[in-house]
């Protein structure tokens, strides 16, 4: 049987010190032969930067880019190029990460605390820090509020911020610092669809057979890498360099928020919206029907 040849591209959060990747499970899919049971030859290339992975979506060279939702919508409502096969993650919300001598939420009265601006959009964030510590934002702590992730998770590293909501990724690295995570957050902070399956309106139209049989294939493989705890955690120390605490937390916390179902949830994708681009909520379901590849949302 001839193979059909696929590229995937992923990304590594950068900046905070290590590699990462948004979504790691393929390389055990390659080893376990998972791609090969549905007929593709399947390569799994890390590409940094969200400008090269388009442009080798555009050129042809890559079919498939798996990226942060926020950017992937961005770039759809600017171009109207791209569609989305599915979500490998739809949630996976923030933990609040402290400085060590802070040990609950109480301790953080008169102090500061870092929040990228997008997710805290819409966000109970004051309303939860008054009903568990009756601490008034403004009054009884400061909300800074950065551009990105990286710059929350400096400014709490750097001692400007005495916590910081962070995306799990960036608070086991910070735990791995020395910082710590205050367990009585509760989960009300999010950045919606972490991992989008995107590919191109063209690429779409070319090869939607092709694309079908690799969801078909990520959705075993994903299940495949929570199963196998020891080979997942082989891939995850020896390609990208975790220590063994970081490994764990990576399957414990992360790798249990990807959805085998690679379906969009529809509510994220309205949260998403508001996030992105406040502006085009009302139209959410005709953006939806644009954006997303048919069968692929969940309500």
């Known amino acids: 049987?001839?193979?059909?040849?696929?590229?995937?591209?992923?990304?590594?959060?950068?900046?905070?010190?290590?590699?990462?990747?948004?979504?790691?499970?393929?390389?055990?899919?390659?080893?376990?032969?998972?791609?090969?049971?549905?007929g593709l030859d399947v390569s799994w290339q890390h590409v940094q930067g969200t400008e090269e992975r388009y442009r080798r979506l555009e050129?042809?060279?890559?079919?498939?880019?798996?990226?942060?939702?926020?950017?992937?919508?961005?770039?759809?409502?600017?171009?109207?190029s791209t569609r989305i096969l599915g979500a490998a993650m739809n949630s996976c919300p923030y933990?609040?990460?402290?400085?060590?001598?802070?040990?609950?939420l109480e301790d953080l009265r008169g102090?500061?605390?870092?929040?990228?601006?997008g997710p805290s959009r819409n966000t109970p964030i004051a309303d939860t820090f008054y009903e568990r510590a009756r601490l008034r934002l403004g009054k009884d702590l400061t909300l800074q509020l950065?551009?990105?992730?990286?710059?929350?998770?400096?400014?709490?590293?750097?001692?400007?911020a005495q916590a910081a909501l962070l995306p799990r990724p960036f608070g086991f690295i910070a735990e791995e610092k020395g910082f710590k995570r205050l367990n009585e957050w509760p989960e009300v902070v999010d950045d919606p669809l972490p991992i989008t399956i995107e590919t191109t309106v063209k690429l779409f139209n070319e090869r939607e057979k092709d694309l079908t049989a690799?969801?078909?294939?990520?959705?075993?493989?994903i299940g495949y890498f929570k199963s196998h705890r020891a080979d997942a955690m082989r891939?995850?120390?020896?390609?990208?360099?975790h220590s063994q605490t970081l490994a764990q937390k990576t399957l414990d916390d992360y790798i249990t928020c990807m959805d085998e179902e690679l379906k969009v949830d529809f509510n994220r994708f309205e949260k998403l919206l508001s996030q992105v681009a406040p502006e085009s909520s009302v139209n959410a379901r005709?953006?939806?029907?644009?954006?997303?590849?048919?069968g692929a949302t969940k309500h």
């Open 286 to 294: 005709q953006v939806a029907s644009e954006w997303i590849a048919p």
């Open 111 to 117: 102090k500061v605390v870092a929040c990228r601006e």
């Open 59 to 80: 050129n042809g060279s890559a079919q498939i880019s798996l990226l942060v939702g926020r950017a992937s919508l961005q770039h759809f409502l600017t171009s109207k």
């Open 235 to 241: 891939i995850l120390t020896k390609q990208f360099g």
């Open 1 to 38: 049987m001839s193979l059909v040849n696929l590229t995937v591209m992923y990304g590594h959060l950068e900046g905070a010190g290590r590699g990462f990747a948004r979504d790691p499970t393929g390389y055990l899919s390659v080893e376990a032969g998972i791609f090969l049971k549905y």
């Open 214 to 221: 690799f969801l078909a294939a990520h959705s075993e493989g």
């Open 95 to 104: 933990y609040l990460i402290v400085s060590p001598s802070v040990n609950s």
């Open 146 to 160: 950065p551009n990105g992730d990286q710059d929350a998770f400096n400014l709490l590293v750097g001692g400007e």
